[in-house]
């Protein structure tokens, strides 16, 4: 589920190490901002994450070549700007739900966004979605009801924010193809870090409400806060650049498949963190996901 592509030859297997290991990065990285949640503010973590992780991704990204700084063209400003809110605002959504619902659930409703993006892109272009496209839709939609199961009295209106997550990603790497697809990824990856140094920023100006993931006032930084903060920098590059190899060497459908074992890792998180196993009907809705977002990069493949 990230994003960028390259018409270079394809290196499959290296590609595939890539998106492994970024998405084992990026879901151990959520499990920490999950475990921290109740001593470190949301603010405060975009702040000192994205303010760690800017000048690693600055010297790497002037490292590539002395072109590389013009590589945000002047054109796609406005939408990278665009793309960066979004995904700003989109794992706020994500963040947010992480302390009330296990992680694995989480995750899996978030990966609902191949299917917003096939609903999307098939709004965008005014064609049918496939019969491979409305089975993955019926199949997601099917998977988020067993995991959220509305019926039930446990069900709360939090819950739906991994979707809206999803629905805001969706719109992201639909407007990244449409209209950054000539920028460096790299580049648009600093882009988002700055975004979330100055959303952080933002959020801050509300800071001081006592128990509140999001608006909580600002933690003396020690040691233990320090080093959490390192190991969230660190998951977020890894999986940053991780997905940015991983979609320029790889087949864009394979990597794509293969970038769904953020649930495993997920659920591997959830059980060795925070003694999470989900209810049988949830692992029936993780499924029901997994196999919908397979099916959705099969017939996305299909009709490229």
Known sequence: MRQVASKKNHRTQLAILAIVISVFALSLGDAVIKATGATLPLWQMYVLRSGIALPVLLVIHLKRGPNRIESIRIESMLWVFIRSVLLVVMWLCYYVALPIMPLS????????????????????????????????????????????????????????????????????????SVKCRSDDPIALVIALN???????????????????????????????????VVILAVTSIVGSIGAAIAYQDGPPA???????????????????????????????????????GILSLYSSSDTN
Request: with cysteine; hydrophobic share 65%.
């Open 105 to 176: 659930l989480a995750a899996a409703a978030y990966y609902t966004a191949p299917i917003f993006i096939i609903i999307l892109t098939a709004v965008g272009t005014r064609k049918v979605p496939s019969f491979f496209a409305f089975v993955a839709i019926i199949l997601g939609f099917c998977g988020v009801i067993f995991i959220l199961r509305p019926e039930t009295t446990a069900f709360s209106l939090v819950s739906l924010l991994p979707v809206v997550a999803a629905f805001l990603y969706a719109l992201a790497m639909v407007l990244t």
């Open 194 to 228: 700055i975004a979330f140094v100055v959303g952080g920023c933002i959020l801050g100006l509300w800071s001081g409400a006592e128990n509140s993931f999001v608006f909580g006032a600002w933690v003396p930084i020690n040691i233990t806060l320090l080093a959490v």
């Open 254 to 292: 394979t990597i794509a498949a293969f970038d769904y074992t953020y649930l495993v890792f997920s659920l591997i998180w959830g059980l060795l963190f925070f003694s999470e196993m989900p209810e049988w009907v949830a692992l029936i809705g993780i499924v029901l996901i997994f196999l919908a």
